[in-house]
């Protein structure tokens, strides 16, 4: 399984967390099993291969950031998407955000390019091409604007 992979089973993760009354460790517990993984490859591909060690860590650590930091996520969302407000915004794409943002804010290992490239890759899966450019440009604003500083070669991004 690539880093990718595991990155779109993580966004799929929180989008499902953020709808159920499960936390973010239960539900983990609950998905990231073999037999979970069995029962969804029939109808998703994407489940396929059982992650190894490393990539459940990805996976949960990403969909526990997520979870913790949903309202300061939310909020960038609506700071960078101008009179949006993030109710109004396409659930998957509100989800593909914040997996994106929590890499970019949280994990100086992910290259802000590599976060943004993966999620609007992502977004095309599942959203329509204006949806997939609004993910891109929140996303876009969001490294211009927080990290101007890492914006070229010696940066991060």
């Known amino acids: 399984m690539t880093r990718t992979i595991a990155r779109e089973i993580a966004m799929h993760l929180a989008f499902e967390q953020a709808f159920s009354n499960l936390e973010a460790e239960e539900l983990l517990d609950r998905e990231l099993t073999p037999e979970a993984f069995e029962s969804r490859k029939k109808e998703e591909p994407l489940y396929s291969d059982f992650p190894?060690?490393?990539?459940?860590?990805?996976?949960?650590?990403?969909?526990?950031?997520?979870?913790?930091?949903?309202?300061e996520l939310d909020s960038r969302i609506e700071q960078y998407?101008?009179?949006?407000?993030v109710a109004r915004i396409d659930r998957v794409a509100a989800c593909?955000?914040?997996?994106?943002m929590y890499e970019i804010l949280?994990?100086?290992q992910v290259p802000d390019k590599v976060a943004i490239n993966e999620a609007v890759e992502i977004a095309k899966k599942y959203l329509d091409t204006d949806v997939?450019?609004?993910?891109?440009?929140?996303?876009?604003?969001?490294?211009?604007?927080?990290?101007p500083q890492e914006q070229g070669p010696a940066g991060k991004g």
């Not at 190894?52 to 309202?71: F, H, P, S, T």
């Not at 998407?81 to 407000?85: E, T, V």
């Open 52 to 71: 190894d060690e490393e990539q459940r860590g990805y996976i949960a650590e990403l969909v526990k950031g997520v979870a913790q930091r949903r309202a």
């Open 132 to 147: 997939v450019g609004f993910v891109n440009g929140i996303l876009g604003s969001l490294v211009r604007e927080e990290y």
């Open 81 to 85: 998407a101008k009179d949006w407000r």
């Open 106 to 108: 949280y994990l100086p």
């Open 96 to 100: 593909v955000m914040r997996v994106a």
